[in-house]
């Protein structure tokens, strides 16, 4: 019999939570699991739970929320053996989405818990700050910022910071250094540091990026023309955004180092943080066991 922690945030995204314990207790496989179900008081109080499962035994613990809540509990998993698993209630969902884990909390019981594989996947770290998904500076940083000040969630909202902030957005310059040696100075709209393939609501930032390949993705991307737009925005929604080559350079390293001109916000995992001028990122290969639907597709 294995043992299943849920953390749950009540607070975040815009989903209602309160039927989730019914729904564990009516699908949740009892023959193969036991499990209890805690929630989150405060900020950081997700990765305390997670830390607390694992001395204590638990073999799986499940983050219940969005993005945020998803990056909490991860951080106590990382290097572990205890198995994670993502039960969505966020906003944009980019993680689940590449992972093409089902956005309906039921399926996630009784097809990815019930059902499902275990699989290995790359971790990052912002300075000591670890990410699953994306990171980002920049234009992207600013975006992550004004989403989380707005009380309101979704699509729409997202939509409305981007178009709010892009006119009035001066591009900084950046420094960026590769672990293979090369260096490029640069001022473009944001960087994206990509381990997954998307932002969320399937816009996708880098169509090839993979969990496994022990490689960070560095997308490059360039403030475009006005009448470029359009184009780049379908683009960026049906997963082609790399043939936009005027627009957007990706790199791939295992590590790589960026020097602005004054510290700034940071996008990690959709949370913005304050962070120095001068910062590195880097994999951690295979680092988080995690339960999918199916090892394949998914990179």
Same mark, same amino acid.
């Given at each position: 019999?294995?043992?299943?922690?849920?953390? $749950?945030? %009540?607070?975040?995204?815009?989903?209602?939570?309160?039927?989730? %314990?019914?729904? $564990?207790?009516?699908?949740?496989?009892?023959?193969?699991?036991?499990?209890?179900?805690?929630?989150?008081?405060?900020?950081?109080?997700?990765?305390?739970?997670?830390?607390?499962?694992?001395?204590?035994?638990? =073999?799986?613990?499940?983050?219940?929320?969005?993005?945020?809540?998803?990056?909490?509990?991860?951080?106590?998993?990382?290097?572990?053996?205890?198995? *994670?698993?993502? $039960?969505?209630?966020?906003?944009?969902?980019?993680?689940?989405?590449?992972?093409?884990?089902?956005?309906?909390?039921?399926?996630?019981?009784?097809?990815?818990?019930?059902?499902?594989?275990?699989?290995?996947?790359?971790?990052?770290?912002?300075?000591?700050?670890?990410?699953?998904?994306?990171?980002?500076?920049?234009?992207?940083?600013?975006?992550?910022?004004?989403?989380?000040?707005? %009380?309101?969630?979704? *699509?729409?909202?997202?939509?409305?910071?981007? $178009? =709010?902030?892009?006119?009035?957005?001066?591009?900084?310059?950046? /420094?960026?250094?590769?672990?293979?040696?090369?260096?490029?100075?640069?001022?473009?709209? *944001?960087?994206?540091?990509?381990?997954?393939?998307?932002?969320?609501?399937?816009?996708?930032?880098?169509?090839?990026?993979?969990?496994?390949?022990?490689?960070?993705?560095?997308?490059?991307?360039?403030?475009?023309?006005?009448?470029?737009?359009?184009?780049?925005?379908?683009?960026?929604?049906?997963?082609?955004?790399?043939?936009?080559?005027?627009?957007?350079?990706?790199?791939?390293?295992?590590?790589?180092?960026?020097?602005?001109?004054? =510290?700034?916000?940071?996008?990690?995992?959709?949370?913005?943080?304050?962070?120095?001028?001068? *910062?590195?990122?880097?994999?951690? %290969?295979?680092?988080?066991? /995690?339960?999918?639907?199916?090892?394949?597709?998914?990179?």
């Amino acid at each position: 019999m294995k043992k299943i922690r849920f953390i $749950v945030n %009540p607070i975040s995204g815009h989903h209602n939570k309160e039927k989730f %314990p019914d729904l $564990v207790e009516k699908y949740i496989d009892k023959s193969q699991f036991e499990y209890e179900i805690v929630l989150t008081e405060r900020g950081g109080h997700a990765t305390e739970l997670a830390r607390e499962a694992v001395g204590k035994g638990f =073999d799986i613990v499940a983050a219940v929320g969005g993005d945020g809540t998803i990056n909490e509990t991860a951080q106590a998993l990382i290097g572990t053996d205890t198995t *994670f698993v993502i $039960v969505p209630f966020g906003s944009g969902n980019g993680l689940a989405r590449h992972l093409h884990l089902p956005l309906d909390a039921k399926k996630i019981i009784t097809e990815v818990i019930n059902k499902g594989e275990t699989i290995r996947i790359d971790t990052c770290r912002l300075n000591e700050k670890p990410f699953l998904s994306i990171a980002g500076a920049g234009f992207d940083a600013a975006i992550s910022d004004g989403f989380a000040k707005d %009380p309101r969630r979704g *699509f729409s909202t997202y939509f409305r910071v981007i $178009v =709010d902030k892009y006119f009035k957005y001066e591009p900084d310059t950046m /420094l960026i250094r590769l672990d293979d040696g090369e260096a490029m100075e640069c001022a473009p709209l *944001f960087i994206t540091f990509a381990n997954s393939n998307q932002f969320g609501y399937n816009a996708k930032i880098s169509p090839k990026a993979s969990l496994t390949d022990g490689l960070i993705d560095i997308c490059i991307f360039n403030k475009p023309k006005i009448i470029s737009l359009p184009r780049l925005g379908t683009l960026l929604m049906t997963g082609h955004i790399d043939l936009a080559k005027k627009t957007l350079k990706i790199l791939k390293a295992k590590k790589v180092s960026v020097s602005r001109k004054e =510290d700034a916000v940071v996008n990690i995992d959709g949370e913005p943080i304050m962070t120095d001028k001068d *910062f590195t990122i880097e994999v951690i %290969p295979s680092s988080l066991k /995690l339960m999918v639907r199916y090892s394949q597709p998914y990179r």
